[in-house]
């Protein structure tokens, strides 16, 4: 034990700090170092900066000039940033050993025991906070000359991109150019809780939750420019009870208790940044007048408004616990919001459980219709959809009675105006979390068309003011509607796919237009599952229900893929009777052969499909 504790104490952990008096938070991630056994010397130009016992305070100037700031900004509070990186590097080729931010702090008695320490915040970046590298690495004299030859030509660092231009992304790059990419870290060791999820760490109701999701990291970041960005001040200690508090007390940080902040006060700050924000994308940053305020503050009451994730993620319930018994479900790291539309008196238990499989992972959900009462749980977030479009344009009856909806033309109209995610309500999502992306196409189906099920996009994208151009230019032609779903989208997609355009690799889950049955029949339920759980979202193929017709208000067969799904959901509607599945699979087969004996284009073979 002796000897491990000598090795611990010929650590070295360096930082480094310019600005004011080191708050409570500073000091808190300084002492959580020193707990460790190590030695933590603190670099500044400021020599009179108070810092813990134990801690040495050296001069920056011995690291790197102070001119040098000068050279790069100095008019700029984010050229601050910039010097700090290239300090950094500079330090640890030079020293070796650690550098750690002061806004992180370290969870375990002894640091890690490796010559070489990085963390992933994401698949594609390696964060430059934490580091450890041997003296003289070349990775790193490689990472100081490419970084000193960057910043003379670089951009003012007025912006986000032009304040981390070597940063984490440059850190990433020479890691991978040396083969050392593959050394790093995963996210859950260092960067578990994310920025957005940074007003987390002063939330009383989510300090269990934090401590389960830090119990096997190494670090905890507390992302000190997501404080900046929302203005928490430091000056005040953390909400008692929050896990911050808790940090506080390990650690022996003493504050008042009226010198404490309150979750509730920061949310509403937090919120109003948040909201204050969306104004300006929303109105392009011009003038504010009366006028503008208001038809902003109308939109935000009939369409509603969630925090951009880029800012602040509000809490998800993390209890939620299926019916039938087995573990919770496990919640989604970044909530996000979809969209969709229902036209009718109520939705059906199937499109519930669709639906419901988003809520339950902790996403928001909003359905938009124009009968805005018709009956919808607690968790559904109903939208008025003459908002995105008058009902004259989407509804239309039929001269045999009846009417049409021309749900592409909604779906494409509320994309191009909302931008974001829209799902049909046929698709389920099997993960907790939705892909990480500006822009999501789905893959090509069983015909070789990409279904507009599921899209992501941002407001006003062209592919989606070509789909509506098309689908407008239509009009009251319902016989041609159908052309501007499948068919119409694959071809828009061919035309403006470039690199921007994520198409997924795969369908929308394992169950195919040839495969309903599966759904199902009891005796593939173990196959299926294993597929599902392998895959993203789920697609119920709602046509082939209505073609076959399948009663959507029956229960599936006991012991079905699909009956799991509803126990797991917890959709209880009372269901009258259930579905056998020898009955249901010969509906389902005689459509399947039906529709190919209709088809008139002789090489599409559907019977090897069929057995």
């Not at 991630?29 to 020193?34: D, R």
């Not at 749900?407 to 993960?431: K, N, T």
């Not at 009251?476 to 499948?486: E, K, L, Y």
């Amino acid at each position: 034990m002796q000897g491990d504790d000598s090795a611990a104490r010929r650590e070295e952990v360096r930082t480094f700090w310019t600005g004011p008096q080191l708050s409570f938070y500073e000091a808190l991630s300084l002492k959580s170092l020193l707990a460790t056994g190590a030695t933590v010397v603190l670099y500044s130009y400021e020599d009179h900066l108070i810092v813990p016992d134990g801690v040495e305070l050296r001069d920056a100037n011995d690291i790197l000039s102070e001119e040098v700031l000068r050279q790069y900004n100095a008019d700029s509070d984010k050229g601050w940033s910039r010097h700090a990186d290239l300090f950094r590097y500079i330090m640890l080729h030079r020293f070796g050993g650690w550098y750690v931010d002061l806004d992180v702090i370290c969870l375990r008695d002894r640091l890690p025991p490796a010559e070489m320490y990085v963390a992933r915040a994401d698949a594609a970046t390696i964060f430059n906070t934490i580091m450890k590298f041997p003296a003289g690495c070349p990775a790193l004299a490689d990472l100081v000359a490419r970084a000193q030859r960057i910043l003379p030509t670089a951009d003012r660092a007025l912006t986000e991109e032009a304040r981390v231009v070597i940063g984490p992304k440059l850190l990433s790059e020479v890691l991978s150019e040396h083969g050392l990419d593959d050394r790093a870290e995963p996210r859950a060791k260092a960067y578990e809780i994310p920025f957005q999820e940074a007003l987390a760490f002063f939330n009383p109701a989510q300090c269990e939750e934090i401590e389960a999701r830090l119990a096997d990291s190494d670090f905890a970041h507390l992302w000190n420019g997501a404080w900046t960005t929302l203005r928490i001040p430091k000056t005040y200690g953390p909400p008692p009870g929050s896990w911050l508090d808790v940090m506080f007390r390990r650690f022996d940080i003493r504050v008042s208790e009226h010198g404490r902040l309150q979750y509730d006060a920061l949310v509403s700050w937090v919120m109003e940044d948040c909201l204050l924000e969306e104004f300006k994308i929303r109105t392009g940053g011009g003038s504010i007048d009366k006028d503008t305020v208001a038809a902003f503050g109308a939109e935000i009451e009939r369409i509603g408004w969630q925090p951009r994730d880029r800012l602040y993620r509000p809490p998800v319930n993390t209890d939620a616990v299926p019916v039938d018994g087995s573990s919770p479900l496990a919640q989604t790291s970044a909530p996000q919001t979809v969209r969709s539309f229902w036209h009718g008196a109520r939705l059906g238990p199937y499109r519930l459980l669709c639906l419901k499989s988003f809520a339950d992972r902790g996403h928001r959900v909003e359905v938009f219709s124009y009968d805005t009462d018709f009956a919808a749980p607690d968790w559904l977030t109903v939208r008025d959809a003459r908002d995105i479009l008058p009902a004259q344009e989407v509804l239309s009856p039929l001269p045999q009675g009846g009417g049409a909806i021309h749900g592409d033309l909604f779906r494409y109209a509320l994309l191009e105006r909302l931008g974001g995610w829209w799902i049909d309500p046929d698709v389920m999502l099997m993960q907790p979390d939705l892909p990480d992306t500006d822009l999501f196409v789905a893959g090509h189906d069983a015909f070789g068309q990409i279904p507009p099920a599921v899209v992501k996009c941002p407001p006003g994208y062209p592919l989606i003011k070509a789909a509506l151009t098309h689908a407008r230019a239509l009009g009251g032609d319902h016989a041609r509607w159908s052309r501007v779903g499948a068919p119409l989208w694959t071809a828009l997609v061919a035309e403006h796919e470039a690199g921007a355009l994520r198409l997924a690799s795969e369908p929308l889950g394992p169950v195919s237009w040839f495969t309903v049955p599966d759904l199902f029949d009891p005796a593939r339920m173990d196959r299926l599952s294993q597929q599902a759980a392998a895959t993203c979202f789920l697609r119920l193929q709602d046509e082939v229900w209505r073609r076959a017709g399948i009663p959507a208000w029956l229960a599936p067969p006991e012991g079905s893929f699909l009956g799991m799904l509803l126990q797991r959901h917890g959709i209880d509607t009372g269901f009258p009777a259930s579905l056998e599945f020898g009955e249901l699979n010969r509906w389902i087969r005689h459509m399947y052969r039906a529709v190919q004996a209709e088809r008139a284009d002789p090489s599409v073979a559907l019977d090897a499909r069929l057995s």
